[in-house]
């Protein structure tokens, strides 16, 4: 069977390229972990083997959410003071195209076909769709105030947006391009993970909790609260979430609580907590499963989680205000 290796849609000129395609070419990484800092304007490149700095790249006005493109040669990056997404070609280290995805962008994600960006405007109180192949804004949708958390369902007919301010996520139907539920869930809701199992978690920033929603039907089947010995509640504020390769864990950021709980999807109880730095914020894994990376807010550095032991064995100082860290391996 002939493999091709796929560039970013806009860049082909082929017909799209679906997504069980993208699954066949996924070529080794660089072995490189990208950490982007809100209030340094770069995102700082980390060598996975050695767990230290290769490079710092200025990059643009407050970097924050960073996605792989679906085939891994490209990195997009959310710049919400420049009000677009940028394409940097990892390999050459050189920003390739600008991405007018509306104003302050927060976070986005990618359609499973690779075609569509979907992008929180937290100022406008928008969802923008945008078509990767066109190179064109298709549509924008109003929701609640102070959007962030973005989730493409599997089938990529379903768009969810979580509003901080609503307390509630958006239900988004690509076909009509409409808000066709509002799922009440705790107080700032931040970000959104499925996994797998047919169920949508939310993190509630000031709730100290995840809302567990059935696809379904949409409805909260479950309000997991956070708690830890001598932690006071309202200092418990999860949100980044990351789900294990084999779909078994859910590792959430407990923000202020300088914490990573480990959660078991099936029980859906906490297993095991790691303590990290200040604020942890952005959540990664490496392919394998076995560390993760967690991006605190406020010490300015990257904690370094081997996971099988649930125990920090390293930090990294990556800049100031780390938002989302991104491991290409």
């Not at 109180?125 to 064109?136: G, I, M, R, V, W």
């Not at 969810?160 to 539920?181: G, I, L, N, P």
Request: charge should be positive; proline fraction near 5%; include cysteine.
């Amino acid at each position: 069977m002939r493999v091709i290796c796929h560039q970013f849609i806009r860049y082909l000129g082929l017909p799209l390229v679906l997504s069980a395609a993208f699954a066949v070419v996924q070529a080794a990484g660089t072995g490189q972990v990208f950490v982007s800092s809100e209030k340094d304007n770069a995102v700082t490149v980390l060598d996975a083997s050695k767990a230290e700095i290769a490079s710092v790249i200025p990059l643009c006005l407050r970097p924050r959410h960073m996605q792989r493109a679906p085939d891994r040669p490209f990195l997009l990056v959310a710049c919400s003071q420049d009000n677009r997404v940028l394409v940097w070609d990892i390999a050459n280290k050189k920003v390739i195209d600008k991405l007018d995805v509306g104003e302050a962008p927060e976070m986005f994600d990618i359609s499973p076909d690779g075609r569509m960006l979907y992008a929180s405007n937290e100022e406008d109180a928008t969802l923008t769709a945008f078509d990767l192949q066109t190179h064109k804004k298709v549509f924008d949708v109003k929701v609640g105030g102070e959007p962030e958390g973005v989730r493409v369902s599997a089938d990529g007919k379903t768009v969810y947006v979580t509003s901080e301010v609503a307390s509630v996520v958006h239900v988004v139907d690509v076909a009509t391009r409409k808000v066709v539920k509002n799922i009440p869930v705790g107080k700032r809701p931040r970000r959104l993970l499925l996994t797998g199992q047919g169920e949508l978690w939310v993190t509630n920033e000031l709730s100290a909790s995840v809302s567990i929603i059935r696809i379904s039907d949409h409805s909260v089947q479950a309000n997991l609260q956070f708690s830890l010995p001598g932690m006071r509640a309202q200092d418990i504020t999860p949100v980044g979430m990351v789900l294990s390769p084999d779909g078994k864990t859910v590792y959430v950021g407990l923000g202020r609580a300088n914490h990573v709980v480990a959660v078991e999807v099936g029980s859906r109880q906490v297993k095991a907590a790691a303590l990290v730095g200040k604020r942890a914020w952005g959540l990664a894994l490496s392919r394998n499963g076995k560390t993760l990376y967690v991006a605190n807010g406020l010490s300015d550095d990257v904690s370094i989680i081997d996971t099988p032991s649930m125990k920090a064995v390293k930090s990294v100082k990556t800049g100031r205000v780390p938002h989302t860290v991104v491991v290409d391996d």
